[in-house]
T-cell receptor, first 115, second 115 residues
Framework: EPEVTQTPSHQVTQMGQEVILRCVPI?????FYWYRQILGQKVEFLVS????????KSEIFDDQFSVERPDGSNFTLKIRSTKLEDSAMYFC?????????????FGPGTRLTVT | AQSVAQPEDQVNVAEGNPLTVKCTYS??????LFWYVQYPNRGLQFLLK??????LVKGSYGFEAEFNKSQTSFHLKKPSALVSDSALYFC?????????????FGRGTSLIVHP
């Protein structure tokens, strides 16, 4: 069964550094998402992406964040200058279509630790 | 605004006993409701969804959920728990129309099934 993959599984970075989290969505999916989960808290939506542009974004997704689909397979989340409060699990997800079914396929997550 | 509440951080049940993981929601309009499961070091995995029709929805691994509109609930159930059901369970909701396609997730409930 096809899966969403994410790399790295764990990233440790110093405050103020840039990080890039990588995701490979399922190959025939068209809609891509990033979520984060701070330890013990809700899974929070960050951004959705379709047709090479952002479809929706949350208040969390400020100017420090950006997303890109640099080629036909990868989908990246960049944090330009990390803060301590960016420490969380970051999940990538994809769906084939946006309609009624709407179930998302998630990757295993990247644990980001900002020190 | 839409929201999901999972009132229990953890549910403990003995193997072979029935299990219930609770979820209540708030949404303007009719909801689409989802349950996802997360096993250790894996991404969220779709279990089942309620779109319309029969209030009792059956999903993967013997799980089912009952949509109760008057109580705005969508509790996840299984008649006989297995140790392998031990995982983190997430409920999610989105509106059917007129709003964002992005689901809102609950905080998750850790299910522990004891041998």
């Amino acid at each position: 069964e096809p899966e969403v993959t994410q790399t790295p599984s764990h990233q440790v970075t110093q405050m103020g550094q840039e990080v890039i989290l990588r995701c490979v969505p399922i190959s025939n999916h068209l809609y891509f998402y990033w979520y984060r989960q701070i330890l013990g808290q809700k899974v929070e939506f960050l951004v959705s992406f379709y047709n090479n542009e952002i479809s929706e974004k949350s208040e969390i997704f400020d100017d420090q964040f950006s997303v890109e689909r640099p080629d036909g397979s990868n989908f990246t989340l960049k944090i330009r200058s990390t803060k301590l409060e960016d420490s969380a699990m970051y999940f990538c997800a994809s769906t084939r279509q946006l309609g009624e079914s709407g179930e998302q396929y998630f990757g295993p997550g990247t644990r980001l630790t900002v020190t | 605004a839409q929201s999901v509440a999972q009132p229990e951080d953890q549910v403990n049940v003995a193997e072979g006993n029935p299990l219930t993981v609770k979820c209540t929601y708030s949404v303007s309009g009719n909801p689409y409701l989802f349950w996802y499961v997360q096993y250790p070091n894996r991404g969220l995995q779709f279990l089942l969804k309620y779109i319309t029709g029969d209030n009792l929805v059956k999903g993967s691994y013997g799980f089912e959920a009952e949509f109760n509109k008057s109580q705005t609930s969508f509790h996840l159930k299984k008649p006989s728990a297995l140790v392998s059901d031990s995982a983190l369970y997430f409920c999610a909701v989105r509106v059917t129309s007129g709003g964002s396609y992005i689901p809102t997730f609950g905080r998750g409930t850790s299910l522990i099934v004891h041998p």
